[in-house]
């Protein structure tokens, strides 16, 4: 089974930074797209970054756009997120997710095949 770990989450005052990774390992058919959602308590899991892994095009929710970046390193089978600006709106636990299909959407997170454990971002005040 293919498995995704997350790490750099942390605790960051409000206008720092923080750069997440998830690495990949274990078989997969192909990969299509990664992507990072983020969930925080009481709140429905929105969308909020992907990549293509062939192109490396980027996709961005509007309320992260200019803000964040995510990128990808092919041969390490990993994927980052940037993090700039961050706003205690930022706050949630950030998960990253493959996608192995060309059907189905970046934006929504019933069609990725893959989740990570999660990595918490807290961004004070």
């Known amino acids: 089974q293919m498995q995704l770990v997350e790490s750099g989450g942390g605790l960051v005052q409000a206008g720092g930074s923080l750069r997440l990774s998830c690495a990949a390992s274990?078989?997969?058919?192909?990969?299509?797209?990664m992507g990072w959602f983020r969930q925080a308590p009481g709140k429905e899991r929105e969308f909020v970054a992907a990549?293509?892994?062939?192109?490396?095009?980027?996709y961005y929710a509007d309320s992260v756009k200019g803000r964040f970046t995510i990128s990808r390193d092919n041969a390490k089978n990993t994927v980052y997120l940037q993090m700039n600006s961050l706003k205690p709106e930022d706050t949630a636990v950030y998960y990253c997710?493959?996608?192995?299909?060309?059907?189905?959407?970046?934006?929504?997170?019933?069609?990725?095949?893959?989740w990570g454990q999660g990595t918490q971002v807290t961004v004070s005040s």
């Open positions: 990549i293509s892994w062939s192109g490396g095009n980027t």
């Open positions: 997710a493959e996608r192995n299909y060309y059907s189905g959407s970046y934006y929504y997170s019933n069609d990725y095949d893959y």
């Open positions: 274990g078989r997969t058919f192909r990969t299509y797209a």
